[in-house]
């Protein structure tokens, strides 16, 4: 306990008194974003320079207290929030928030690990750059946070993972040392990539401060199209027209099933669904002129019959809005000629396509409001996606009769949030305590069947520390393990995270 | 003596007696792709399955023999030879070239380590994809070398380095186990990321025995330009126009320096090369339809008077050739008229396209006939390449009266081969053995200043092992010592390449 008191004194001497928090409300650091777990910090330490993170290390290091680096804490698999020891130090990156440099000739960006995604998004906007992640945390995850779980989001299609955006890290070690791998370089071959080591690491091997990220031009114009398909095969199909029609101009292609969008009319029945009710001019398979949504409210009746799935689209493109209507034109017209997609729409206006993306954006707030549910962040080769999806469905429906199925994600990288919902009527705390396990287990067992991932962009955090050691292979673990043992060998940076240390 | 006997034994049963070589002339195996340095294999083994593999390995390591994985052995650093002690086996993955699938709607093929990565593109095209990784090397050079350096080439610009173009590896460890990560997912968050780890390791953490690599749809048309631009400067502010008018279809931007080229004329003087003679439309600085290389003969007076730098463009277009046109044509307007270039080209049929890029290519030969000289391969970012150039230029000029420059490069990646030629009439020999390493050391200085990287796409074999001791981060080789140490702890993996063990 003295010991500890030595350390904080320490820490406030390093980071200021007011930045070592041990009083009031911690909240907000002490409990994970679904609110799944609630810890117990020794202190929550707030530095505001590179230098400060590695004393406050160095510090935690010499006192073997272990440390929790912590961003916006809007994760999904309970990775940085402090165990309910008392013991640990979360280290939040917030105040080191400053964008350091940008450089338009060569199209990067350099920025402390605290800076918040959307404030990063916008600078670089106002810059006349893009920078392309996003995500629906948006407005208080930090770029810190997106590379220590390697954030995924809507615009992987194109440009990637936050790994991909990525050109070099400055990190502390969990020594205490300071690398600093900030070259903003696009080749450079002088050894192990240290950097996509650090980035997805969960903090578990040290503490990213800061960045350089990729910048893009900006789009000239960007379009979003609405589709009804037939069925997750066409969707697959319709991804593999959109990649030859519009190329890297394809940033965006999510897929929602029918219940998980039967959730967005029923709870959001101001929002307007395409297709959603079945027309004549659907069920003859012809192109329709659609209507994209007003924002205007208009009644719909739950369980309305629509397609299986739908699909939101969208193409950037650096020419012209009209070019970009012409290209999506074409691609919708070749896809209905092919029968995998029925009826499309192509947003008139931003109002529009912000409407049709907010249809997409709904769904994990509809399913909310429909109570808890299982949730899954799974991905498989885009190609076998259809045959998982028809395989497990069936294994769920036989095992779990009436339990329903949100299916929806970003299809366009293979990547699934196949969650699952009580059945209609059933008590849904009751059926999460009950069968989260057992339905963990027969999806996992499926995506082992299909050689996917458990956990696609969430991360593993604590939440799947488990059924990682259970679904990844002992070779990958042991050489995990080794990796963690040489970088972190008392095991002080988040431990019980990944990897056991 | 009889331990080797033993081992040598072992590695018959395990890979049959004709691919254990011991005997006859080794040359190819033994010797580096630049003739720098000569070694000594025990045994050169060629295994034919990742099993095979595992269990030379295995052998090899229980014996405490060193092992030496190699591909094509084209590397530029001195990678994939064995030393001179006749003590180390030589992994030939060569025997290992098969294409194990294609999967066309997951965008992805899974290949063995030892396919050809001609053969690889060849494929690929047949079946209606492009696979991007282009480098000259690429008759000979395996894809496994490819992920093993990290090779970068002229299509980096758009698609990245190799490992950008790999979504999963299978690896044998140092320890002989099979870790299986060929998903080709596009997205999965769990735990380490041991591919990129793998990636660019050059065989020192153990060997890369298959990979899934990415797909794109091939072009409907690719464009090549050719372009004089008045400065260093004007051609980074070229790439910048080239980044807004093409986006995602600028698929090469490669720059030459008038002396690179005069090399070329000199050498190659059946090769046209635009623009070379002063004509008066460039000197107005008025846009000119010039005239592409047909291929015909025409002579050259060396040292005529052309453009201080060149660049070649490439535009691959998903529409057509007539779009990709167009975009190309607004984009030289542009930029004649914001003047950053004199006189350009556009290739009217593949023959000129590819005499154009024949140009390019012809530099390092040009530059072989005109006699040894001192290579480099840096990178430094793109938007101070002009005052690195003019920098370093001058410092190279003031210490080494009369040293010739052979400048060129990928300027969209910021990687230049910055090479060093002897002054005129001197004797190109002698001045390699006399100024090799203080040239080096005043170039590498000189990128350490621009927080450049001294190996931007060769990697750091036994050639650059002690510069890169010099110029990296010491915590940064503390870092990869460690992770070195953890995955190879009796050092037996290419050891002495990269790292010391």
């Known amino acids: 306990m003295s010991d500890h008191n030595q350390l904080l004194e320490q820490l406030r001497r390093i980071v200021g008194a007011p930045n070592v928090l041990t009083e009031g409300d911690l909240t907000a650091w002490e409990q994970d974003w679904r609110k799944r777990e609630r ?66 000739g060569n199209l990067t960006i350099t920025v402390d690990a605290g800076c918040v995604l959307q404030s990063l998004q916008e600078t670089c906007e106002q810059a006349g750059f893009l920078f392309p992640l996003s995500l629906a945390s948006e407005g208080s995850c930090t770029i810190g946070g997106n590379l220590g779980t390697n ?15 990525c050109l070099g890290l400055e990190v502390v070690t969990a020594q205490g040392e ?68 519009l190329s890297a101009g394809l940033t965006g292609f999510e897929v929602m099933g029918q219940f998980a969008l039967s959730l967005v009319v029923k709870h959001f029945p101001q929002q307007r669904v395409p ?39 969208e193409n950037s493109d650096n020419e012209s809005e009209a070019h970009a209507r012409a290209c999506f034109e074409r691609l919708l017209e070749a896809a209905m000629e092919q029968g995998c997609v029925t009826d499309a729409v192509v947003a008139e206006s931003m109002a529009q396509a912000r409407a049709l993306w907010h249809i997409r954006e709904s769904i994990p707030l509809a399913q909310a409001e429909e109570g808890l549910n299982i949730k899954h962040d799974i991905s498989i080769a885009v190609s076998r996606i259809p045959e998982f999806v028809r395989v497990t469905d069936a294994l769920l429906q036989k095992q779990f009769p009436g339990a329903r199925l949100v299916n929806y994600g970003h299809l366009g ?76 060998p008392h095991n002080l940076m988040n431990p019980g995270r990944v990897i056991r240390g």
């Open 413 to 488: 990288d293979g990547n699934l949030h196949y969650n699952v919902q009580a059945p209609e009527g059933h008590d849904a705390a009751r059926f999460l305590v009950e069968q989260e396990n057992p339905i963990n287990a027969l999806v996992y067992e499926s995506v082992d069947q299909f050689n996917g991932s458990i956990s696609a962009e969430h991360g593993v955090g604590s939440l799947k520390l488990e059924k990682l050691e259970h679904h990844k292979s002992p070779v990958a673990l042991d050489l995990m393990r080794a990796i963690k043992h040489a970088l972190d």
């Open 178 to 245: 300071v690398w600093n791998g900030l070259t903003g370089l696009r080749k450079d071959n002088t050894g192990y990539d240290l950097r996509h080591l650090f980035i997805g690491s969960e903090g578990t091997l040290g503490v990213i401060t800061a960045a350089t990220m990729k910048l893009y031009p900006l789009p000239k114009a960007q379009l979003t199209a609405y589709a009804a398909v037939p069925s997750m095969e066409a969707a697959v199909a319709l991804l593999g027209l959109a990649h030859q029609h």
């Open 39 to 104: 810890g117990r910090a020794l202190a929550v330490v707030r530095p505001a320079t590179t230098l400060e993170v590695a004393a406050v290390v160095k510090a935690c290091a010499a006192a073997g207290v272990s440390m929790v680096p912590q961003g916006g804490n809007t994760g999904m698999v309970v990775g940085s929030t402090p165990d309910a020891s008392g013991t640990q130090v979360v280290l939040s990156l917030t105040r080191m928030n400053k964008v350091r440099t940008l450089d338009a």
């Open 151 to 165: 954030a995924g989001g809507t615009q992987v299609v194109r440009y990637g993972n936050t790994r991909e955006l």
């Open 275 to 313: 297709f959603w009710q079945e027309s004549p001019a659907a069920a003859s398979g012809r192109p329709k002129q659609g209507t994209a949504p007003s924002g205007g409210r208009e009644p719909h009746e739950v369980g309305s019959v629509g397609a299986p799935y739908y699909v939101v689209l």
